[in-house]
C-alpha cells in the first residue's frame, strides 16, 4: 500500500473549523473533514484576523472608481487596507504550501463569484470578482491549486485538487532531499500520471533530469519544479485518460484473452460515453497488474495519487467523472 506526505492546505476557517461565519455559523463541508486525517490544514478566518467580531455585520465588495473596495455598509467603514495588510503579511509569512480550500461566494474568501455592488447602500450588482483574501493568495501562489468548498463537491474537479495537492506535497519532500536519484524515481512512479496530464510536458521533465548538459541539481529541481506546477493546473482530458488505459494495457496484450481484451475495450466504450467512471477501468488493470506480477506497474502513482480513502466522498452529481 502507497504511503503518502500530508501536503499543507489553507483552508477557510468556516468551513469545518470554527463558527467564525458573519452569522454566527460554521459550513460543513465534507472536502474538508475528509482531510483533517489526511493532510496538514491551516485554518484561516481573514475578517476575524482584521478585528471583525463574530457575529457580525455583513461586509460587501463595492466597485468605487473603477477600484474593488471591502465595506462594512452599517458603519460605513473601508476595510480594504486592513484586509489587504493583513493578506500580504499572513501569505508572505507560510512557507510551504500545497493547496488552498476557500469558501465560496465570500467578499474575502470567494475565488471568483463574489458579488460586487454599485455601492455601499442598496444598490444592484454590477459583477462578480474574487474576494480581497482569495485575490491576494493569486497573487502571492500564483502556481496553486486553488478551489473553493462548492466546486469541490464535482467529482472530477475533487479529484484534480487531490491528486495535484498529493503529487506536489510528495514533490516538496523529494526537494528537501536534493538528490537526482530520488527525482528519477519520483519521475519514474509518475510516468503514467503524468502522461494523462500533459504528454509533452512529462517528455520535458524527462528530459531535464537525464541532464545531457551538465546543469547543476539546484537547477534542475527549479526546472522541474516550475513544469510540475505547470502541469498541475489544467485536469487531464478524458481522451488522454483513455491513452494511457490503452499504453498501460500493452503491458498485457500477450498475456490476455480475446474476451478480456474485448471486455476491456467495451469499458472504454463505455467511459468514452460518460456510462461509468474511470476507476471502473483502472481497477481492472490493477488487478492485471497484480496477476501479471507487473512490478513497474505496480508502484505507478496513475493508480492510487492520492489516499483511497478519500476516493469515497460524495459527489454532487454534477461533471463527469474524468
Ligand atoms: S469565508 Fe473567510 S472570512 Fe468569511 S467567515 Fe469564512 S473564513 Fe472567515
Known sequence: MRTFTKPRIVVSKCLEFEACRYDGAKIKSNAVSQLFDNAELIPVCPEVEIGLPTPRES????????????????????????????????????????????????????????????????SPVVKKSAGLFAKKVSEHFPDSVIEDDGRLRNFSIREHFLTSVFTLSEFRDIKKSKSLEALNHFHARNKYLFLSYHPGLLKEMGKSIANHDGKKVEEIYFYYERTLLNMMKKKPKFTSHINVCQHILSFFKKELTPLEKEHFITL???????????SSITSLLKSWVLRFDQAYLFNQTYFEPYPESLVEITDSGKGRSY
Open 59 to 122: 461586509i460587501r465588495i463595492v466597485e468605487s472608481n473603477g477600484e474593488e473596495r471591502l465595506v462594512l455598509p452599517s458603519e460605513k467603514k473601508d476595510l480594504t487596507n486592513q484586509m489587504n495588510q493583513f493578506s500580504d503579511l499572513f501569505l508572505s509569512e507560510l512557507s510551504e504550501v500545497d493547496g488552498f480550500i476557500l469558501k465560496g461566494r465570500s467578499p474575502s474568501c470567494g475565488i471568483f463569484d463574489t458579488k460586487v455592488y454599485a455601492g455601499i447602500e442598496k
Open 268 to 278: 472504454l466504450d463505455q467511459y468514452k460515453d460518460k456510462r461509468i467512471p474511470l
